[in-house]
């Protein structure tokens, strides 16, 4: 007999994109499943590279320390020169971290660690993965999903308000909505291997022919572990050794040395490299995230980071919607993330491509920091604004002084599932009391001081100004206290509720 299991957000995919989604609906407090049709977590490197604006997200998430403490940052590349002599760069512009923008080089973990320490995090918060349990199919209707799922307990059926499938680049869920992925394969073959080696040390990424698709392979330490990763561009046709002789032949072949000996292979993959994305992102009560809805190269270290915050703007969204916000709100995640992943395809196509010419150096736009979404139907602007940040943008980061005079960050006041107002006026027109809307007022008689004219730098307010900051940590509004009935609207349509009186 098949049993029936009722929940509101059936998560395909345990991955880091669906690991994310769980982490936002458990700190809301959504009841949700999280299911995975591996047995046992996914235990390579893939994804290592986590960028600055991923490590903020991290940090709303409550890991980003334990992100930190359990890998390091990217070494020097080494680049090896035919007759072994090699010159060393960095992979990213040394840029201090700013008070606006705390975070500034990518973390290296492996993904599987990183999906450890989200689990673990999951787990603090009451819930567990359900591995070995695989969706087999799924039909909805105006008010919710069934699902058929196949695991430990047998055949079973779960009602859902919403289904969103993390279930990555080959995605059961994208197919079974029949949503196209357009895109192409870019020609290029490679392997990756997490692997314990002898011969190198662990002070630099070592390059071997960097740039000629032919001979190239590249082994780094990879932070966290005491294991290499290898990556190696193959021919199309070529037949692939992923034992520890044949990595190691296939090394001593590429850099001409017999001292790089492999002994044990812990994770390998042969992967042909892709750029596609999904038509859609969302089918009624079904959405696509992360692999599911755009692959690309790993060039940049762009999927992980990417699929995490698609995860991390729809958690609070289908939270909204599911304690009774307006369903449109559900349509802003494709709006405002279906173009991010256009871009990145685009940038770590480029990067490929540079790669291949011997380019190795990572710029600003890998770390993800001026992502935004000024053209979302949820950013407005009142009046309209050239300068500073607009609705849309990321909201800053920035130290201050709280009126008891203790240091803080903005960050700090975000942190958490709420909204937050920060009032940049000495005029305090009353706003309807709603609990998941934090008011902060900034000057000398606020709660706020800005005494390192911090505020002032990142986000040039001018006096009469309100930002509004979203749960996810872009800015909704920015509106002049004149207009902010205005914003009671705008609340009303996010799902942030007043608090209704008590009647006796
Ligand atoms: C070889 C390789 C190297 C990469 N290197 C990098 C890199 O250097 N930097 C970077 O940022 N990114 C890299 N990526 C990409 C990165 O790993 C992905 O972007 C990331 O894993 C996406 O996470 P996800 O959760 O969307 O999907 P996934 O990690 O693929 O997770 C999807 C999960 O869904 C599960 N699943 C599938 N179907 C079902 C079903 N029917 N029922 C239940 N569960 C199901 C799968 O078992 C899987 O665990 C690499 C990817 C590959 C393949």
Same mark, same amino acid.
């Given at each position: ?95 201090? !971290?700013?008070? #606006? ?7 290296? /973990?492996?993904?599987?660690? $990183? @999906?450890? =320490?989200? *689990? &673990? ?113 193959? !021919?199309?046709? #070529? ?7 044949? /990595?190691?032949?296939?090394? $001593? @072949?590429? =850099?001409? *040395? &017999? ?246």
């Amino acid at each position: 007999m098949t049993s029936h299991l009722a929940t509101d957000v059936l998560i395909c995919g345990a991955g880091a994109a669906g690991l994310t989604l769980a982490i936002e609906l458990a700190r809301r407090g959504v009841a949700f499943r999280l299911i995975e049709k591996n047995a046992v977590p996914f235990a390579g490197s893939r994804g290592k590279g986590i960028q600055p604006r991923t490590q903020e997200v991290f940090e709303d998430m409550g890991i980003v320390d334990q992100i930190v403490a359990r890998g390091g940052f990217y070494p020097s590349a080494r680049s090896y020169r035919d007759d072994g002599s090699y010159v060393e760069s960095e992979l990213s512009e040394a840029t201090e !971290a700013a008070p #606006a923008e705390p975070y500034q080089l990518p973390v290296m /973990l492996p993904q599987c660690l $990183t @999906e450890q =320490t989200m *689990r &673990e995090r999951l787990t603090e918060l009451g819930h567990l993965v359900q591995f070995d349990c695989e969706l087999l199919g799924f039909e909805q209707d105006a008010d919710g999903v069934t699902a058929h799922i196949s695991g430990p307990a047998g055949r079973q059926t779960v009602s859902a308000r919403y289904l969103v499938g993390a279930d990555g680049g080959r995605s059961f869920v994208r197919k079974t909505l029949e949503i196209d992925f357009p895109g192409k394969t870019l020609g290029v073959r490679a392997i990756v291997a997490d692997v314990t080696l002898t011969g190198l040390d662990r002070e630099a990424w070592h390059r071997f022919s960097d740039g000629d698709m032919q001979r190239m392979v590249a082994i780094c330490p990879l932070a966290g572990t005491e294991l290499f990763q290898i990556q190696a561009p193959i !021919a199309p046709d #070529a037949q692939s050794d992923l034992s520890a002789q044949g /990595l190691t032949a296939l090394v $001593t @072949e590429r =850099t001409k *040395r &017999e001292d790089i000996i492999v002994h044990a292979v812990s994770w390998a993959s042969d992967y042909q490299m892709s750029a596609r994305l999904a038509e859609r992102y969302r089918i009624g009560r079904a959405f696509l995230v992360g692999d599911a809805a755009h692959i690309h190269p790993p060039t940049g270290g762009q999927g992980l980071n990417t699929s995490v915050q698609d995860a991390y703007n729809l958690g609070w969204k289908l939270a909204a919607v599911l304690r009774g916000a307006p369903d449109r709100l559900l349509d802003s995640y494709e709006a405002e993330r279906r173009p991010v992943a256009e871009a990145m395809l685009g940038l770590s196509t480029r990067l490929l491509k540079d790669q291949k010419e011997g380019g190795m150096r990572r710029g600003r736009e890998t770390r993800q920091l001026d992502i935004g979404y000024l053209d979302s139907p949820l950013a407005i602007n009142l009046p309209e604004r050239k300068d500073g940040v607009r609705a849309g943008s990321r909201a800053p980061d920035a130290l201050f002084q709280g009126a008891a005079g203790q240091p803080s960050r903005l960050f700090q006041l975000f942190k958490g599932i709420h909204w937050t107002l920060l009032v940049y006026a000495e005029r305090q027109k009353t706003l309807a009391a709603r609990p998941e809307l934090h008011v902060h007022h900034i000057g000398p008689t606020g709660d706020v001081i800005d005494a390192w004219n911090h505020i002032r730098d990142a986000y040039q307010l001018a006096p009469g100004e309100c930002v509004l900051i979203r749960p996810d940590g872009y800015v909704g509004a920015v509106i002049d206290v004149d207009n902010l009935t205005n914003l009671d609207a705008y609340l009303d349509g996010v799902g942030v509720c007043q608090l209704e009186a008590e009647t006796s």
